[in-house]
């Protein structure tokens, strides 16, 4: 299973974009990555996908380099909602379950 | 949006009894999963379940845990003889593919054993 290593916090102000990185130097050729949100006493929540290069939607952009051995997550302004637990995933590949670290604790400071 | 809905929210028990812990995945999603999350820890996966059997689990998935899919919508959690340690967040999540698809996640239930 690949490891991921990510910062264990990270503060920010409103409006800021905020870029969270993710290293998984052992990812398999056939794994995606996958961020996940989280809010005190709520279940995860997916917030994007991606194989490589970049991936945006409504919520984030993702960038993956061509080597995809670290990703990095970003959240354009972001809000005072936005402080949350924020998890980096790389599947596994043969299982369906998702490994979760201790993430990023986003701080968002008005 | 559909999303997984589960009852209840709370839950206090008496260590060594049981407790069911319920969940309504997504309609249309054939895999379900367990989680757990102890107060201040990761989330630890416990279970996966597909076309009415196991599919995986991991060690903290022990003859005390159970799963069943009792009808075309429920999904529950059995804990036959709760444990002190057994405190903590249970997560149910479906997905319509394994391997990848996008997990979605339910609100959780607190389960406090005393």
């Known amino acids: 299973l690949a490891k991921t290593t990510q910062p264990i916090s990270m503060d920010s102000y409103e409006g800021q974009e905020v870029n969270i990185t993710c290293s998984h130097n052992n990812i398999a050729t056939n794994d995606y990555i996958t961020w996940y949100q989280q809010f005190p006493s709520q279940g995860p929540r997916f917030i994007i996908q991606?194989?490589?290069t970049k991936v945006t939607n409504e919520v984030a952009s993702l960038f993956i380099p061509a080597d995809r051995k670290s990703s990095t997550l970003s959240l354009p302004r972001v809000s005072l909602s936005d402080t949350a637990v924020y998890y980096c995933?790389?599947?596994?590949?043969?299982?369906?379950?998702?490994?979760f670290g201790t993430g990023t604790r986003l701080q968002v400071f008005p | 949006e559909p999303e997984v809905t589960q009852t209840p929210s709370h839950q206090v028990t008496q260590m060594g009894q049981e407790v069911i812990l319920r969940c309504v995945p997504i309609s249309n999603h054939l895999y379900f999963y367990w989680y757990r999350q102890i107060l201040g820890q990761k989330v630890e996966f416990l279970v996966s379940f597909y076309n009415n059997e196991i599919s995986e689990k991991s060690e903290i998935f022990d003859d005390q845990f159970s799963v069943e899919r009792p009808d075309g919508s429920n999904f529950t959690l059995k804990i036959r003889s709760t444990k002190l340690e057994d405190s903590a967040m249970y997560f149910c999540a479906s997905s319509g593919m394994r391997d990848q698809e996008t997990q979605y996640f339910g609100p959780g239930t607190r389960l406090l054993v005393l």
């Open positions: 991606g194989y490589k």
């Open positions: 995933l790389v599947g596994a590949g043969d299982t369906d379950k998702l490994i």
